[in-house]
């Protein structure tokens, strides 16, 4: 069964970075699909970006560069540094594993991030 644990959110002030990981526990972390999503208050969760099982990483469009991903193979943690962060920044950010089509995915509970001068 794969469980899923976010860390490293916080307070910080615009334009600071922070590094979210998302811990994996479970067997085959290299063949999963991973994912950060954020939910910002009042708001639909939304894609911040995934990375597939052979490396390809995609973002969603208000990243703009600010954003990057990684996948610790060794560590089976999923990472993302942030940099340049703005108030609308501001959300839980939770991190998800899929599998394959069928399999349901699996999800974090999350870790805030706020963005506040």
């Known amino acids: 069964q794969v469980q899923l644990v976010e860390s490293g959110g916080g307070l910080v002030q615009p334009g600071e970075s922070l590094r979210l990981s998302c811990s994996f526990s479970?067997?085959?972390?290299?063949?999963?699909?991973m994912g950060w999503y954020r939910q910002a208050p009042g708001k639909e969760r939304e894609l911040v970006g995934f990375?597939?099982?052979?490396?390809?990483?995609t973002y969603g469009d208000f990243v703009k560069g600010r954003f990057t991903m990684s996948r610790d193979v060794a560590e089976n943690t999923l990472n993302l540094q942030m940099d340049n962060l703005t108030p609308e920044d501001t959300a839980v950010y939770y991190c998800?594993?899929?599998?394959?089509?069928?399999?349901?995915?699996?999800w974090g509970k999350g870790t805030l991030v706020a963005v506040s001068s």
């Open positions: 998800n594993a899929k599998y394959d089509l069928v399999t349901p995915s699996v």
């Open positions: 479970g067997n085959l972390f290299s063949r999963y699909l």
């Open positions: 990375i597939t099982s052979d490396g390809r990483l």
